[in-house]
């Protein structure tokens, strides 16, 4: 493992890690370790939380809400069938790979 350019191997103790996390430029088996990726539609982050993926949850649905501003102006369209849409459009992308 390689840390800001320098090989490390005696990882033992706790505060060793704590180390690593604060580090920015991290390389473990040639691959580079990051903050956070997208993988499968979920953020995952190196601090394991899930506020990102929270924000960026919200970020999606709302943008998906804004795509459907015409529907949701259209007087045409009952109050009913705009909720089903809601329901079947919108909380899907929020509600995805949440545990219930």
């Known amino acids: 493992m390689s840390v800001g350019g320098r090989k490390i191997s005696n990882l033992r103790y706790a505060d060793d890690t704590t180390l690593l996390a604060s580090t920015r430029d991290i390389t473990i088996g040639g691959c580079k370790v990051v903050e956070s990726y997208v993988y499968l539609g979920s953020t995952i982050t190196n601090t394991g939380g ?3 993926e929270t924000r960026r949850r919200c970020a999606v649905t709302r943008s998906s ?6 529907i949701w102006k259209d007087r045409k369209i009952t109050k009913n069938t705009k909720i ?10 929020f509600l995805y790979g949440t545990e219930t």
Do not use: A, Q, S
């Open 84 to 93: 089903r849409l809601m329901r079947c459009l919108v909380f899907p992308i």
């Open 65 to 70: 809400v804004e795509k459907l501003t015409k």
């Open 50 to 52: 899930c506020e990102d």
